[in-house]
């Protein structure tokens, strides 16, 4: 199973990127998706979460500003990000559990490579 992100990007203050992220390999299927970062010097951390039924949390720094979203049938999870700060400067990792072909009733936590997400004028 990989997970490959795409959207990243330098971007002004104030201004929007989406970044995306596929699932692809032996997957059986997909439980919890989610978006975490990591900024220069800093612990990675939560950014956004969504279950497999919809259902979403945020940290507090982005509620109002990040939406994520899912597609099931594309394996995807997106991060809709507006009004970026300075502060949203970071490498932005997705997490998936995945149940995969060989164990399908166990969830195994996979991750991306990570994006990287510039905000400066």
């Known amino acids: 199973v990989q997970l490959q992100a795409s959207g990243g990007g330098l971007v002004q203050p104030g201004g929007s990127l989406r970044l995306s992220c596929t699932a692809s390999?032996?997957?059986?299927?997909?439980?919890?998706m989610g978006w975490y970062r990591q900024a220069p010097g800093k612990q990675r951390e939560l950014v956004a979460t969504i279950t497999s039924g919809g259902s979403t949390n945020y940290a507090g720094s982005v509620k109002g500003r990040f939406t994520i979203s899912r597609d099931n049938a594309k394996n995807t999870v997106y991060l809709q990000m507006n009004s970026l700060k300075p502060d949203d400067t970071a490498v932005y990792y997705c997490?998936?559990?995945?149940?995969?072909?060989?164990?399908?009733?166990?969830?195994?936590?996979?991750w991306g490579k990570g994006t990287e997400v510039t905000v400066s004028s």
């Open positions: 997490n998936s559990n995945i149940a995969t072909m060989k164990s399908p009733f166990y969830g195994i936590d996979f």
């Open positions: 390999g032996n997957i059986f299927s997909i439980n919890g």
